[in-house]
């Protein structure tokens, strides 16, 4: 009995550490994520007002650049939504080895945006978060074409920044930048989380067995 509450501590106690850790909802599509995000407090770019060649510093609390150059207004390559995209200032555009960061003036649990490239696989771009999260992209196609990523994603842990790079080597842009709070993450815990529990429940069991066998016992004897 005295090992099973030596077991039983150690279990919940291993529960806090995972229980705590960032959950970030990963490789969400653009129904889920604007399900996620209806209610909240959510703000939007779409490159469309700037005139092309336009080079992008802090914008209405976001902070954009490109590790390649500046981050620019492109109106030259396909958009999800017409006629501006955003770029880098090294060649038009993002090369596969450039990345894009947005930093952004107050802390957020919501991202999205949408990649202008020809990688038709899921996971093509990714998402590093202030956390230290990591998000990949989805292939989504934009709308009435055959190209297209979307990388969207909440978190129960605000973060101020997320850095995009490539997985592939194609180039891109992006377009339609969705940022704020999401109305409510739901939280799906962790596997090791998941793990952890399941071993606390089973060691909580074998106490409450010990404490009823000795009473089992002289019930029989008596």
Avoid: W
Avoid at 128 to 156: I, W
């Amino acid at each position: 009995m005295k090992h099973a509450k030596i077991f039983v501590a150690a279990a919940m106690f291993a529960l806090l550490p995972a229980a705590a850790n960032a959950i970030v909802i990963t490789s969400v599509d653009r129904a889920t994520f604007q399900a996620a995000v209806t209610g909240g407090t959510i703000a939007s770019q779409t490159f469309d007002s700037q005139a092309h060649g336009t080079i992008l510093g802090t914008v209405n609390g976001v902070t954009y650049d490109s590790s390649g150059g500046s981050a620019m207004v492109t109106r030259t390559f396909l958009t999800s939504t017409a006629p501006g995209g955003l770029g880098s200032t090294s060649v038009g555009f993002f090369l596969g080895t450039e990345t894009a960061s947005f930093v952004f003036s107050s802390a957020i649990t919501a991202f999205a945006i949408d990649i202008n490239t020809f990688a038709a696989t899921n996971g093509a771009y990714a998402a590093l978060l202030s956390t230290g999260d990591t998000v990949t992209s989805l292939f989504e196609v934009f709308p009435s074409t055959s190209t297209g990523q979307f990388l969207g994603f909440v978190s129960d842990t605000a973060f101020t920044s997320v850095v995009i790079s490539a997985r592939t080597n194609f180039s891109y842009t992006l377009d339609t930048l969705v940022y704020g709070d999401a109305a409510a993450v739901v939280a799906v815990p962790e596997p090791n989380t998941i793990a952890l529990l399941c071993m606390g429940l089973l060691a909580l069991g074998a106490v409450a067995f010990s404490r009823r066998s000795p009473r089992s016992v002289q019930a029989r004897t008596t």
